[in-house]
């Protein structure tokens, strides 16, 4: 369990760092070695965004143990939400120069904002949407999954399947959403211009805040009594049962919280990284992120963070390098982070020697008594 | 208040598969008694005990709690929160919890997510947990993690959180399995001791265990009930001989 002083560790790192590389950046000559430049802070806003995303998949996953392989979905509805918005935001500048409806719609011929496009013009608007979204969606799934008590392998197969009817529905163009395509081209966001530098700073520090916010929550949440009935349920869930908990109750309430704050994720994202497009829902994107968290450290929350930031600054750097081997080393890690650091990167900073003995004598003395018991 | 039987199990019948695992069951529990129920492999003991916690739903038959509750109308977490424990066979506690955590998540009280999120320990539930604690001699181990427990100490902890439920009914399965001879007179004491304010229901295989209780017996074969008795009654029966040592 994390302490007080990885909580505060975690958050001077994300907050004091985003800081840091925004000064860098603002204040140090273009030029000099202590510049940041600009593409490095988009980058940088873009890890932060996935780092949500591993937040919410480590709730569940690392504190629930609800394996989910669909939660790139939640993060890219949020992100159409935004991008709904951004569309909008464009107006009369698209390549049609029609105020309401955007360029793709005009492209396919139609001539009407369909009605589930209404209020995406107010930025409130699109926010509520990011969430609410990610959330209804989870609140229906997972309550027809968790009362079915579908769990395990199962559970985690509907998930990808949740993630691809999405990729599929979105690909549609009569679906509105801009099809194969998806939405780009976006100008402002609050009438700040995306291409201005100040703007791509100011989105990703603000980032760095709502993922501290985001962690901040998860561990009030896995800190709080709820959290150790969570534990309960991911090793003992008949037992929480006989108890009087209803699992399904409290799987769904963290389900819900973690979708949501996918959600949030997405819709940062997509203002930094300019497009959106149904390829975001690809089920290979969400076992990135569960791969992420692994290889951070399951149920640590930081490990999440810190996981999603290595993961992506190491898959930058080897597809710029040596672009035909990055899934390969992907892959490799994975297997490499499961055999020998089952406790993900993070594991290495807290070593806890005593409990690790203690766990081997109880296990000795429990054969023995289980020996003369025999 | 009328004083029937705490529990009344009617004619319960289950199948699985064509297999009778109960067949016209029928037993009744008196408030405040302790009972032993004994019987070869596959007699049907466990079905019994899922068909009350509401694991499994009978094909027939009522089982009736306190005045007029049909239990086999109402789900596991429902059935629990009506005052009825269950203590598996196999010791299963919070491994990666305190053992202070586990009894708490049992103490008697609200079971919503809501609750728990915003729940902050009172001095009563304090004052419950150091009592239970006591009773199953586990308050020097209050702040190790369950997992470190040893075999015997896990099955006292898995009772305490039983108790912690506040039952009026504890159903209790094979309670001495893999335990040492020490620790089963222990938990025979134990048994006792919680049998003075609630009603047990003890399965069990080891006979000098059921004989050390020194309660009424039910033995049950072939998903019915086949002798009822003190232990002696029951040992000295011809068809339980029978059944036992074989035809």
Same mark, same amino acid.
């Not at chain 1, 589930?116 to 979204?133: E, I, K, N, P, T």
């Not at chain 2, 509750?69 to 009825?84: F, H, Q, S, W, Y």
């Given at each position: 369990m994390p302490n007080d002083r990885t909580t505060i560790a975690t958050l001077?790192?994300?907050? &004091? %760092?985003?800081?840091?590389?925004? %000064?860098?950046? #603002?204040?140090? $000559?273009?030029? /000099?070695?202590?510049?940041? $430049?600009?593409?490095?802070?988009? +980058?940088?806003?873009?890890?932060?965004?996935?780092?949500?995303?591993?937040l919410a998949v480590d709730l569940v996953w690392g504190y629930v143990g609800i394996l989910t392989l669909g939660h790139a979905a939640f993060f890219a509805l949020g992100g159409y939400a935004m991008?709904?918005?951004?569309?909008?935001?464009?107006?009369?500048? &698209?390549?049609?120069?029609?105020?309401?409806? $955007?360029?793709?719609?005009?492209?396919? @011929?139609?001539?009407? =904002?369909?009605?589930?496009?209404?209020?995406?013009?107010?930025?409130?608007?699109? =926010?509520?949407?990011?969430?609410?979204?990610?959330?209804v969606l989870a609140w229906v799934f997972g309550w027809f999954a968790f009362r079915s008590r579908v769990s395990g392998v199962y559970f985690s197969i509907i998930t990808q399947a949740l993630t691809y009817a999405l990729l599929l529905a979105f690909f549609r163009n009569d679906m509105g959403f801009g099809g194969n395509n998806g939405m780009t081209d976006f100008k402002d966001i609050l009438s700040f211009p995306l291409d201005r530098e100040s703007t791509?700073?100011?989105?990703?520090?603000?980032?760095?805040?709502? +993922?501290?916010?985001?962690?901040?929550?998860?561990?009030?949440?896995?800190? /709080?009594?709820?959290?150790?009935? #969570?534990?309960?349920?991911?090793?003992?869930?008949?037992?929480?049962? *006989?108890? &009087?908990?209803?699992?399904?109750?409290?799987?769904?309430?963290?389900?819900?919280?973690?979708?949501?704050i996918a959600g949030v994720g997405g819709a940062l994202y997509v203002p930094q990284v300019g497009i959106i497009n149904p390829s975001e829902f690809s089920p290979g994107?969400?076992?990135?992120?569960?791969?992420?968290?692994?290889?951070?450290?399951?149920?640590?929350?930081? @490990?999440?963070?810190?996981?999603?930031?290595?993961?992506?600054? %190491?898959?930058?750097?080897?597809?710029?390098?040596?672009?035909?081997?990055? #899934?390969?080393?992907?892959?490799?890690?994975?297997?490499?982070?499961?055999?020998?650091?089952?406790r993900g990167i993070i594991g290495l900073f807290s070593v806890r020697l005593p409990s690790a003995t203690a766990d081997r004598k109880s296990a000795a003395a429990e054969a023995a008594v289980r020996e003369v018991a025999g | 208040m009328t004083e029937g039987p705490l529990l009344y199990l009617d004619r319960v019948s289950v199948s699985f598969d064509g297999f009778r695992a109960l067949n016209e069951l029928? #037993?009744? +529990?008196?408030?405040?008694?302790?009972?032993?129920?004994? &019987?070869?492999?596959?007699?049907?003991?466990?079905t019994m005990m899922d068909?009350?916690?509401?694991?499994?739903? $009978?094909?027939?038959?009522?089982?009736? *709690?306190?005045?007029?509750?049909?239990?086999?109308? +109402?789900?596991?977490?429902?059935?629990?929160?009506?005052?009825?424990?269950?203590?598996?066979?196999?010791?299963?506690?919070?491994?990666?919890?305190?053992?202070?955590?586990n009894v708490l998540l049992a103490l008697n009280g609200d079971r919503s997510p809501r609750f728990a999120l915003w729940a902050r320990e009172t001095p009563d539930e304090r004052a419950r947990l150091e009592e239970i604690l006591l009773t199953i001699r586990l308050g020097a181990e209050r702040d190790r993690r369950a997992a470190d427990l040893s075999h015997g100490q896990k099955q006292w902890l898995e009772i305490g959180m039983l108790l912690a439920q506040e039952p009026r009914l504890l159903l209790v399965d094979?309670?001495?399995?893999?335990?040492?001879?020490?620790?089963?007179?222990?938990?025979?004491?134990?048994?006792?001791?919680?049998?003075?304010?609630? /009603?047990?229901?003890?399965?069990?295989?080891?006979?000098?265990?059921?004989?050390?209780?020194?309660v009424k017996v039910?033995?049950?074969?072939?998903?019915?009930?086949?002798?009822e008795g003190s232990i002696d009654d029951v040992q000295n029966d011809h068809r339980v001989i029978e059944v036992y040592l074989g035809r």
């Open positions: 001077g790192c994300v907050l &004091g %760092g985003a800081a840091l590389l925004a %000064g860098l950046n #603002l204040v140090a $000559p273009a030029g /000099s070695a202590a510049h940041v $430049p600009d593409f490095a802070i988009s +980058l940088i806003g873009k890890y932060l965004c996935y780092a949500i995303l591993a991008g709904m918005y951004l569309m909008r935001e464009i107006g009369a500048r &698209g390549v049609y120069a029609n105020p309401t409806l $955007p360029d793709f719609m005009i492209f396919i @011929g139609w001539n009407k =904002l369909p009605w589930y496009w209404y209020g995406f013009d107010h930025f409130w608007f699109a =926010l509520v949407m990011a969430l609410m979204v990610p959330g791509s700073v100011g989105l990703m520090l603000i980032t760095a805040v709502v +993922l501290s916010a985001a962690f901040l929550l998860a561990r009030a949440i896995t800190g /709080s009594r709820l959290g150790k009935v #969570l534990v309960a349920v991911r090793d003992a869930e008949a037992r929480t049962r *006989f108890l &009087g908990y209803r699992p399904e109750s409290y799987k769904l309430a963290v389900w819900v919280v973690s979708a949501v994107n969400s076992i990135e992120a569960v791969i992420w968290v692994a290889v951070g450290g399951r149920g640590t929350l930081a @490990g999440a963070i810190l996981g999603a930031v290595a993961v992506n600054l %190491g898959k930058t750097w080897l597809t710029n390098a040596l672009p035909e081997i990055w #899934l390969f080393a992907f892959g490799g890690l994975f297997v490499l982070v499961t055999l020998f650091l089952p | 029928s #037993l009744a +529990l008196e408030p405040g008694e302790m009972r032993a129920v004994i &019987g070869p492999n596959g007699s049907g003991k466990t068909v009350i916690t509401g694991k499994t739903k $009978p094909d027939a038959g009522r089982v009736v *709690f306190g005045d007029d509750t049909d239990l086999t109308r +109402l789900d596991e977490p429902a059935i629990a929160r009506l005052g009825v424990g269950r203590k598996f066979q196999r010791p299963t506690v919070f491994e990666p919890l305190s053992v202070r955590d094979e309670p001495v399995a893999g335990m040492t001879d020490a620790e089963t007179v222990a938990t025979a004491d134990l048994l006792r001791e919680i049998n003075r304010t609630r /009603s047990v229901m003890v399965v069990e295989h080891d006979m000098a265990f059921v004989r050390a209780l020194a039910t033995v049950l074969h072939e998903g019915g009930v086949l002798a």
